[in-house]
């Protein structure tokens, strides 16, 4: 079944423990994005690739670190977490960026 | 720079037809795409207009007009499984093709 996996779901953590969101998809997309979602903002961009060793600044980059090694996973990196970080994750793919996305379930973090 | 407006909320009954509209100021038009979320859960791909008129699928059609910077959503025959918030998001072809999102329309639907 083509999808994009998350790991966690959930998760509750204190702040300034590093910490690393997982990204996953199985459809050979080019494009891969991190984006977080909160009440009354809407989606906005974290960070986003277009290939494999390529990554890019979203809206909202800062606080927040990527990788792209192999195609297949994006992971999400949060060195220092802190509160202002509590949000829903989403990861996303897509062909090659110019067609529709195919976003991951989310993950909920709380930073305390 | 890029603005997307959509309404906040709306209600309409089951069966009937409602129409969400979005607008848009961004420099580089590429492209405008509809998703689908329901509450807690990941946006779904709708739609995608890169041309004027109207794409139809099933109950659902998307119109964009380039030049008033303006599409719509327009579903019929609703059912409840069609409360959700709708997402408008434009590609923007002076900020590197980036997808930017608007704040979603939730949609409320009354037996």
């Known amino acids: 079944e083509a999808q994009v996996t998350q790991n966690p779901r959930y998760l509750i953590t204190v702040t300034g423990k590093k910490l690393t969101v997982t990204c996953s998809q199985n459809m050979n997309h080019e494009y891969m994005s991190w984006y977080r979602q909160d009440p009354g903002l809407g989606l906005r961009q974290i960070y986003y690739s277009m290939n494999v060793e390529v990554t890019d600044k979203g809206d909202v980059p800062e606080g927040y670190k990527v990788s792209r090694k192999e195609k297949r996973n994006f992971p999400l990196i949060l060195e220092s977490p802190s509160p202002n970080q509590t949000s829903l994750y989403f990861c996303?793919?897509?062909?090659?960026?110019?067609?529709?996305?195919?976003f991951g379930p989310g993950t909920r973090l709380t930073v305390t | 720079g890029q603005n997307i407006d959509q309404p906040t909320e709306m209600t309409a009954t089951e069966g009937a037809i409602v129409q969400i509209n979005c607008t848009y100021q961004?420099?580089?038009?590429?492209?405008l795409f509809w998703y689908q979320q329901h509450a807690g859960e990941a946006p779904t791909f709708l739609s995608y207009?890169?041309?004027?008129g109207l794409e139809e699928k099933g109950r659902f059609s998307s119109f964009l007009s380039r030049s008033k910077g303006y599409s719509y959503l327009l579903l019929k025959e609703l059912q409840m499984k069609d409360s959700a918030s709708y997402l408008c998001a434009v590609r923007d072809r002076d900020r590197d093709d980036k997808i930017i999102f608007g704040k979603g329309t939730r949609l409320h639907i009354l037996p």
């Open positions: 996303a793919s897509s062909l090659d960026g110019h067609y529709e996305q195919y």
């Open positions: 961004t420099s580089g038009f590429n492209g």
């Open positions: 207009n890169v041309l004027d």
